[in-house]
C-alpha cells in the first residue's frame, strides 16, 4: 500500500542554519506530494505541493522537489529562522480512489535564536 | 465565516459514553476526512467521505461512525469512549479533483479537537 516515511525529530537548529527534511515514499502509479506545516495549537497548513515527477514546489523559503527515480520529496531551506519552529508532515495523495492524503509520523523542529 | 470549523475544540469524557465531534465546511467542498493525531504515529485517516451519503473506512476506523446527510457536515461519534481514543482529531475538506494541469489538490484542516478519555 502507499506510505510515507520521515527522518525522525526532533531537529535542533541555530537561526541561519540550513535546514533538510528527508521524506521517502511508496506509491503506485503517479501520486501528487506535500508539505503541511502545523504551528503550536493550530490545525494543519499547506506549506507546497508537487503534482508530478520533476516539479519544484517553493514557498516562504522552503523548496522541495519531486524525485521519481529514488521516490523522495526532501523539504529544504537555505536559512531558518525561530518562526520555522512547528511540526512538519510529508504526504502524498494517490492517483486513484478517493484521493485520500496518507502522512508521514511527522518531524518537530525547534529553532534557536 | 468561510472555512472549515470543529467544535468542540477540547472535550473530557469518560470511558464508555458516547461522544460526537462536530466538523463544518463552508465550501461545499466534496470531499471530507477525519484524521487522529498521535505521538509518533502522524495522522492517521479515520473515515472519509467523497460526497453526501457517501462514506468509507480509513486506516484505524473502529470504535468510530460517521455520517455524511449534508453536504457541509461530516460529524465523528464514538460509540463508546476508551481510553485509546484521547487524541487530537483533525477534519479535513478539498474540492472534487479538477483535470489537468494545475488541479487543485489542497486539502483544508481544521483547528482540531482535542479529546480525553478518562
Known amino acids: 500500500g502507499n506510505s510515507v516515511t520521515q527522518m525522525e525529530g526532533p531537529v535542533t537548529l541555530s537561526e541561519e542554519a540550513f535546514l533538510t527534511i528527508n521524506c521517502t515514499y511508496t506509491?503506485?502509479?503517479?501520486?501528487?506530494l506535500f508539505w503541511y506545516v502545523q504551528y503550536p495549537g493550530e490545525g494543519l497548513q499547506l506549506l507546497l505541493k508537487?503534482?508530478?515527477?520533476?516539479d519544484k514546489g517553493s514557498n516562504k523559503g522552503f523548496e522541495a522537489t519531486y524525485r521519481k527515480e529514488t521516490t523522495s520529496f526532501h523539504l529544504e531551506k537555505g536559512s531558518v529562522q525561530v518562526s520555522d519552529s512547528a511540526v512538519y508532515f510529508c504526504a502524498l495523495m494517490s492517483s486513484g480512489g478517493y484521493n485520500k492524503l496518507i502522512f508521514g509520523a511527522g518531524t518537530r523542529l525547534a529553532v534557536h535564536p | 465565516d468561510a472555512g472549515i470549523t470543529q467544535s468542540p475544540r477540547y472535550k473530557i469524557t469518560e470511558t464508555g459514553r458516547q461522544v460526537t465531534l462536530m466538523c463544518h465546511q463552508t465550501?461545499?467542498?466534496?470531499?471530507m476526512f477525519w484524521y487522529r493525531q498521535d505521538l509518533g504515529h502522524g495522522l492517521r485517516l479515520i473515515y472519509y467521505?467523497?460526497?453526501?451519503?457517501?462514506?468509507d473506512k480509513g486506516e484505524v476506523p473502529d470504535g468510530y461512525v460517521v455520517s455524511r446527510s449534508k453536504t457541509e457536515n461530516f460529524p465523528l461519534t464514538l460509540e463508546s469512549a476508551t481510553r485509546s481514543q484521547t487524541s487530537v482529531y483533525f477534519c479535513?475538506?478539498?474540492?472534487?479533483?479538477?483535470?489537468?494541469?494545475?488541479?487543485?489538490?489542497?486539502?483544508?484542516f481544521g483547528q482540531g479537537t482535542r479529546l480525553t478519555v478518562v
Open positions: 506509491a503506485t502509479g503517479y501520486p501528487s
Open positions: 479535513a475538506s478539498r474540492p472534487r479533483q479538477g483535470r489537468g494541469l494545475g488541479r487543485n489538490t489542497e486539502a483544508f
Open positions: 465550501w461545499s467542498h466534496s470531499y
Open positions: 508537487a503534482t508530478k515527477a520533476d
Open positions: 467521505s467523497a460526497a453526501a451519503d457517501i462514506t
